[in-house]
């Protein structure tokens, strides 16, 4: 029964799949799919020239998650060491409170409060550009994973036996060199595991990013390019698209999901392969 | 989203369900007509989704929907399968920041600007500033509208933001003054009587008013519609017939479009 249960939330993934897949099936059938890397361009409903490049969505999907994730992990990984190791009792909870109140607040109102905040500040740092960019996509992105980040860092902290800290304070280490070289080697592979979760929540996000970015389809040359990662596209085109280009959306989007299964598999074998011992979360 | 319409209602008879679906820039409209049209018949339900004009002709031909919503002017080849009623005109104006001095683009000046002929706002008599351009995404029948007007090709325009709503359209140029876009009159109008920092500037001369959609003087209109197939249930017939009406006008006149009938 247990089991069971455990084989749904896996096999609701295999199942999304398998709807992505069916779905984006004329554009495969057609032979169509080599043209989704070889194209430069995207536009889809051009009469004139039908183009289906996916690549500098692609590359946009996974920019905008990496500097999300650079931005969130020291602010969340510092935040938790100084809860576990600095901070009074009443402080700590307070705070896991409010980044717990952050996880549950709406993506598009974090996506308008980028637009109406974040951007204005972009325009003022470089005032020739839009500011709706690949820099005001990551800010937000990183505001939305950091109680990830934050949350799975301190449960991990918090995780490393006692025993262990109190053997290095008995051998005289300092409270800063106990976190640097027992507490957060002890906890690596949970907060690892938070960061896998983040980065696989940012490249999913939708409603914040679309609001931010500038959804121009161009790998970008700085940070203040807008930038139009997938899911933006999907967004901004399924509720309008006709069948065949619905197709190419499916399309985009299983690229995606399997580009994210690869990221994903690949740093979690890294992982795995590396410290063996320390499993942690 | 469209698979909502179904399962929100309980009731059996579904010819008291009509569904609508298609162009945002007409729902609003409906909704409100839909509350009225709702109170005066007991028993029938009014559901409204937005999507799009494809989306609505789409949805009319297969069924999902009773009646499509439309912003444009169907093509030839959707006239064939479809009936298209006029409840009201609207226009598409360019909008700017309230900051911004210019009150008058002409089309030329629209086309320099959105082929990045013209990259500052000084050409125009305005600030040393680089002109953001906002464009929509495919599908909006503002951006068919729009290009149509200055006869430009979707290739053609070079764009720094895309955007899919009016609303974003109107949020871009708040959030950034150097902004430039294009919206429906109605939102527009709505937004800046409503206190957002925005203005809707002439074009060619001319103002961006209801009035002057009305006499048809401003050049980028266009109309707002309601399909139906050759299938039309008879509860659908029925508000279709109200939609039709001088009825509904009062309504139309409150969200700024121009009442045709």
Same mark, same amino acid.
Request: with cysteine; charged share 15%; aromatic share 6%.
């Given at each position: 029964?247990?089991?069971?249960?455990?084989?749904? %939330?896996?096999?609701?993934?295999?199942?999304?799949?398998?709807? *992505?897949?069916?779905?984006?099936?004329?554009?495969?059938?057609?032979?169509?799919?080599?043209?989704?890397?070889?194209?430069?361009?995207?536009?889809?409903?051009?009469?004139?020239?039908?183009?289906?490049?996916?690549?500098?969505?692609?590359?946009?999907?996974?920019?905008?998650?990496?500097?999300?994730?650079?931005?969130?992990?020291?602010?969340?990984?510092?935040?938790?060491?100084?809860?576990?190791?600095?901070?009074?009792?009443? +402080?700590?909870?307070?705070?896991?409170?409010?980044?717990?109140?952050?996880?549950?607040? #709406?993506?598009?109102?974090?996506?308008?409060?980028? *637009?109406?905040?974040?951007?204005? *500040?972009?325009?003022?740092?470089?005032?020739?550009?839009?500011?709706?960019?690949?820099?005001?996509?990551?800010?937000?992105?990183?505001?939305?994973?950091?109680?990830?980040?934050?949350?799975?860092?301190?449960?991990?902290?918090?995780?490393?036996? #006692?025993?262990? *800290?109190?053997?290095?304070?008995?051998?005289?280490?300092?409270?800063?060199?106990?976190?640097?070289?027992?507490?957060?080697?002890?906890?690596?592979?949970?907060?690892?595991?938070?960061?896998?979760?983040?980065?696989?929540?940012?490249?999913?996000?939708?409603?914040?990013?679309?609001?931010?970015?500038?959804?121009?389809?161009?790998?970008?040359?700085?940070?203040?390019?807008?930038?139009?990662?997938? &899911?933006?596209?999907?967004?901004?085109?399924?509720?309008?698209?006709?069948?065949?280009?619905?197709?190419?959306?499916?399309?985009?989007?299983?690229?995606?999901?399997?580009?994210?299964?690869?990221?994903?598999?690949?740093?979690?074998?890294?992982?795995?392969?590396?410290?063996?011992?320390?499993?942690?979360? | 989203?469209?698979?909502?319409?179904?399962?929100?209602?309980?009731?059996?008879?579904?010819?008291?369900?009509?569904?609508?679906?298609? =162009?945002?820039?007409?729902? #609003?409209?409906?909704?409100?007509?839909?509350?009225?049209?709702?109170?005066?018949?007991?028993?029938?339900?009014?559901?409204?989704?937005?999507?799009?004009?494809?989306?609505?002709?789409?949805?009319?031909?297969?069924?999902?929907?009773?009646?499509?919503?439309?912003?444009?002017?169907?093509?030839?080849?959707?006239?064939?399968?479809?009936?298209?009623?006029?409840?009201?005109?609207?226009?598409?104006?360019?909008?700017?920041?309230?900051?911004?001095?210019?009150?008058?683009?002409?089309?030329?000046? +629209?086309?320099?600007?959105?082929?990045?002929?013209? &990259?500052?706002?000084? =050409?125009?008599?305005?600030? !040393?500033?680089?002109?953001?351009?906002?464009?929509?995404?495919?599908?909006?029948?503002?951006?068919?509208?729009?290009?149509?007007?200055?006869? +430009?090709?979707?290739?053609?325009?070079?764009?720094?933001?895309?955007?899919?709503?009016?609303?974003?359209?109107?949020?871009?140029?708040?959030?950034?003054?150097?902004?430039?876009?294009?919206?429906?009159? $109605?939102? =527009? =109008?709505?937004?800046?009587?409503?206190?957002?920092?925005?203005?809707?500037?002439?074009?060619? $001369?001319?103002?961006?008013?209801?009035?002057?959609? %009305?006499?048809? &003087?401003?050049?980028?209109?266009? #109309?707002?519609?309601?399909?139906? !197939?050759?299938? &039309?249930?008879?509860?659908?017939? %029925?508000? +279709?017939?109200?939609?039709?009406?001088?009825?509904?006008? !009062?309504?139309?006149?409150?969200?700024?479009?121009?009442?045709?009938?």
């Amino acid at each position: 029964m247990l089991g069971l249960l455990a084989l749904v %939330a896996g096999g609701m993934v295999l199942l999304i799949v398998w709807y *992505l897949f069916s779905n984006a099936l004329p554009v495969i059938e057609a032979g169509r799919l080599a043209a989704f890397f070889t194209d430069s361009l995207w536009q889809p409903r051009s009469q004139r020239d039908p183009q289906f490049g996916v690549v500098s969505m692609l590359v946009a999907s996974f920019l905008v998650t990496l500097l999300a994730v650079a931005l969130a992990l020291p602010v969340g990984l510092a935040g938790a060491v100084f809860h576990r190791f600095y901070a009074p009792p009443v +402080l700590e909870r307070w705070n896991r409170r409010m980044l717990e109140l952050l996880i549950g607040v #709406p993506s598009v109102v974090f996506g308008f409060w980028g *637009l109406m905040v974040i951007v204005p *500040l972009i325009v003022r740092l470089a005032p020739h550009t839009s500011g709706q960019s690949l820099l005001a996509a990551s800010i937000v992105l990183g505001l939305m994973i950091l109680p990830i980040i934050a949350l799975t860092s301190q449960a991990a902290l918090q995780a490393v036996p #006692p025993a262990q *800290l109190q053997a290095a304070a008995g051998l005289g280490m300092g409270r800063a060199r106990t976190i640097w070289s027992v507490a957060l080697p002890a906890a690596k592979g949970g907060i690892g595991a938070g960061v896998l979760l983040a980065l696989a929540r940012a490249i999913g996000e939708t409603m914040a990013v679309v609001l931010v970015c500038g959804n121009i389809p161009q790998i970008p040359k700085s940070l203040f390019d807008g930038i139009r990662p997938v &899911t933006s596209t999907i967004a901004l085109e399924m509720g309008y698209a006709t069948a065949s280009h619905k197709a190419l959306l499916f399309c985009a989007a299983l690229i995606l999901v399997l580009f994210t299964a690869l990221l994903v598999g690949w740093l979690s074998f890294r992982k795995v392969e590396s410290d063996p011992g320390t499993g942690g979360a | 989203m469209a698979a909502f319409a179904f399962t929100a209602c309980g009731k059996k008879e579904s010819g008291d369900v009509v569904v609508l679906t298609g =162009a945002s820039t007409i729902a #609003p409209i409906i909704v409100d007509v839909a509350k009225r049209y709702e109170e005066a018949h007991p028993g029938v339900r009014i559901e409204v989704q937005t999507g799009g004009t494809s989306r609505g002709i789409a949805d009319t031909l297969s069924g999902v929907a009773d009646l499509g919503m439309a912003s444009r002017v169907l093509t030839d080849e959707e006239a064939e399968k479809l009936t298209a009623y006029r409840i009201a005109a609207d226009g598409v104006c360019v909008v700017l920041h309230k900051d911004n001095p210019i009150n008058d683009l002409s089309k030329q000046q +629209l086309i320099d600007i959105y082929t990045k002929k013209e &990259t500052n706002w000084s =050409a125009f008599g305005g600030p !040393d500033a680089t002109i953001v351009v906002a464009n929509k995404a495919d599908g909006r029948s503002t951006l068919e509208v729009f290009l149509g007007f200055v006869g +430009l090709d979707k290739a053609d325009v070079k764009a720094d933001v895309v955007v899919g709503e009016n609303l974003h359209v109107i949020n871009s140029v708040v959030s950034n003054p150097n902004t430039i876009g294009y919206v429906s009159i $109605g939102t =527009a =109008a709505t937004e800046a009587q409503g206190g957002t920092p925005i203005k809707l500037i002439a074009t060619d $001369g001319i103002a961006a008013t209801t009035e002057n959609v %009305a006499s048809g &003087t401003f050049p980028i209109t266009r #109309p707002l519609t309601i399909i139906e !197939d050759a299938e &039309t249930s008879p509860a659908a017939k %029925a508000f +279709l017939d109200h939609l039709k009406s001088a009825e509904i006008n !009062d309504i139309i006149e409150k969200h700024f479009f121009v009442p045709v009938n």
